[in-house]
């Protein structure tokens, strides 16, 4: 995600933050300690406004640690499966911890989406059952009483996240859970994943009534963008999944070797970026070219690699300086599931991707003709 700031890496996992949560994170501190108003205020009359900014900012800490927890739980849990997370990011709408695969098993996907709200009820209940304990035990003049006060909120908060979580739309964490279970009972995951995607649908077109009638109704306009946007989030996801899906239906059983060009351009490290451009990509109107080293690739240079360079430094730039190396690219093989390789793409800015066996590159895969390919069996229908 861009705009993300890496703050802390836990357990190996890069924690980031978009410069959006740190709208969250005002917005909280505001309806918290706001002197005049503020939720604290409303509980507490008695306090200072400076110990009402104090205690709303250690509360927002803490609330940030509580999101954090429930999708620190989904990566290590996704990490016992053998699914890697490489980062968690915190945004605007919450946080995702970005996963490279796709669930093994309806058993993993359950166990993995089940743990973040899983770990937010527990630290709900924590929090409920910290402050009716103290409620009962710490005078509202005590020192200890601010304690209460922030476990209260936090044990709400944590249980409200768990419960919107839980919706059963696809792919919030419900939705996940409803679609490990419809595939754990067909065995078969497209159809899961169908209805638990047009379950987010649903859910998100519901929000979005919801926020309208909150905005109208209640003349709360904030709130209702508020849902908003949390409704167009969840139905582009909940669309992006379906697509996915059935771009997984119709390249099933089909290997990189059926789509991938056996005819493609080479140059050697040394070669002068000038000699590249008007010697190969220009006359064959190519988009990326191997770069080979007897046959062995050693990387790939595109369009946008030569960009990078000033055009009238091209005759004296090897081809080296600009390519990404093949160690950089994603590893494609002539038997790799055609499904990964798209999977790949997705994840890599390069219109091509070069085709490996043995360290040997015996083709290129391009992006468009996976498109086209794709397009062909779903008009013909072939499953
Ligand atoms: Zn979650």
Same mark, same amino acid.
């Given at each position: 995600?861009?705009?993300?700031?890496? #703050?802390?890496?836990?357990?190996?996992?890069?924690?980031?933050?978009?410069?959006?949560?740190?709208? #969250?994170?005002?917005?909280?501190?505001?309806?918290?300690? =706001?002197?005049?108003?503020?939720?604290?205020?409303?509980?507490?009359?008695?306090? *200072?406004?400076?110990?009402?900014?104090?205690?709303?900012?250690?509360?927002?800490?803490?609330?940030?640690?509580?999101?954090?927890?429930?999708?620190?739980?989904?990566?290590?849990?996704?990490?016992?499966?053998?699914?890697?997370?490489?980062? #968690?990011?915190?945004?605007?709408?919450?946080?995702?911890?970005?996963?490279?695969?796709?669930?093994?098993?309806?058993?993993?996907?359950?166990?993995?989406?089940?743990?973040?709200?899983?770990?937010?009820?527990?630290?709900?209940?924590?929090?409920?059952? @910290?402050?009716?304990?103290?409620?009962?035990?710490?005078? +509202?003049?005590?020192?200890?009483?601010?304690?209460?006060?922030?476990?209260?909120? &936090?044990?709400?908060?944590?249980?409200?996240?768990?419960?919107?979580?839980?919706?059963?739309?696809?792919?919030?964490?419900?939705?996940?859970?409803?679609?490990?279970?419809?595939?754990? @009972?067909?065995? +078969?995951?497209?159809?899961?994943?169908?209805?638990?995607?047009?379950?987010?649908?649903?859910?998100?077109?519901?929000?979005?009534?919801?926020?309208?009638?909150?905005?109208?109704?209640?003349? =709360?306009?904030?709130?209702?963008?508020?849902?908003?946007?949390?409704?167009?989030?969840?139905?582009?996801?909940?669309?992006? *999944?379906?697509?996915?899906?059935? $771009? %997984?239906?119709?390249?099933?059983?089909?290997?990189?070797?059926? $789509?991938?060009?056996?005819?493609?351009?080479? $140059?050697?490290?040394?070669?002068?970026?000038?000699?590249?451009?008007?010697?190969?990509?220009?006359?064959?109107?190519?988009?990326?070219?191997?770069?080979? =080293?007897?046959?062995?690739? @050693?990387?790939?240079?595109? #369009?946008?690699?030569?960009?990078?360079?000033?055009?009238?430094?091209?005759?004296?730039?090897?081809?080296?300086?600009?390519?990404?190396?093949?160690?950089?690219?994603? %590893?494609?093989?002539?038997?790799?599931?055609?499904?990964?390789?798209?999977?790949?793409?997705?994840?890599?800015?390069?219109?091509?991707?070069?085709?490996?066996?043995?360290?040997?590159?015996?083709?290129? &895969?391009?992006?468009?003709?996976?498109?086209?390919? @794709?397009?062909?069996?779903?008009?013909?229908?072939?499953?």
């Amino acid at each position: 995600m861009p705009g993300s700031i890496l #703050i802390a890496r836990i357990f190996g996992i890069d924690i980031r933050i978009h410069l959006s949560w740190f709208l #969250i994170f005002g917005l909280l501190l505001f309806t918290l300690s =706001d002197p005049s108003g503020g939720l604290f205020r409303m509980q507490r009359p008695q306090w *200072s406004d400076q110990k009402l900014v104090i205690v709303a900012a250690i509360t927002a800490l803490l609330f940030f640690a509580s999101v954090l927890s429930h999708e620190l739980a989904h990566a290590l849990v996704a990490r016992t499966f053998r699914m890697p997370v490489s980062s #968690i990011t915190l945004f605007l709408l919450g946080g995702v911890a970005n996963l490279r695969k796709e669930p093994p098993s309806a058993r993993a996907e359950f166990l993995m989406a089940a743990a973040g709200p899983g770990t937010s009820l527990v630290l709900g209940g924590i929090g409920i059952a @910290i402050s009716g304990f103290g409620g009962d035990v710490v005078s +509202d003049v005590s020192a200890l009483d601010p304690v209460v006060v922030v476990a209260n909120y &936090l044990g709400y908060i944590n249980v409200a996240l768990a419960v919107f979580n839980m919706i059963p739309g696809f792919p919030l964490d419900g939705g996940r859970v409803l679609r490990s279970i419809v595939w754990g @009972i067909t065995h +078969d995951r497209a159809r899961a994943t169908g209805i638990a995607a047009r379950g987010g649908q649903v859910v998100a077109a519901l929000l979005l009534v919801y926020g309208i009638w909150r905005a109208v109704a209640d003349q =709360d306009a904030f709130g209702g963008v508020w849902m908003g946007m949390i409704a167009y989030f969840l139905y582009t996801a909940a669309s992006n *999944s379906l697509e996915q899906e059935r $771009v %997984a239906t119709a390249v099933r059983g089909v290997q990189v070797q059926a $789509v991938m060009t056996q005819q493609f351009l080479s $140059v050697r490290a040394r070669t002068p970026l000038a000699e590249l451009v008007y010697g190969q990509l220009v006359p064959h109107n190519a988009r990326a070219v191997a770069v080979l =080293d007897g046959e062995r690739l @050693i990387g790939l240079v595109t #369009i946008a690699d030569l960009q990078k360079v000033d055009q009238s430094a091209w005759p004296q730039t090897p081809v080296e300086e600009v390519m990404t190396p093949a160690s950089h690219l994603p %590893a494609v093989s002539s038997t790799t599931r055609l499904m990964t390789a798209i999977e790949s793409f997705a994840s890599s800015a390069a219109p091509v991707l070069p085709v490996v066996d043995n360290g040997a590159l015996v083709g290129m &895969l391009d992006r468009d003709t996976v498109a086209s390919y @794709i397009r062909m069996r779903e008009t013909l229908g072939i499953r």
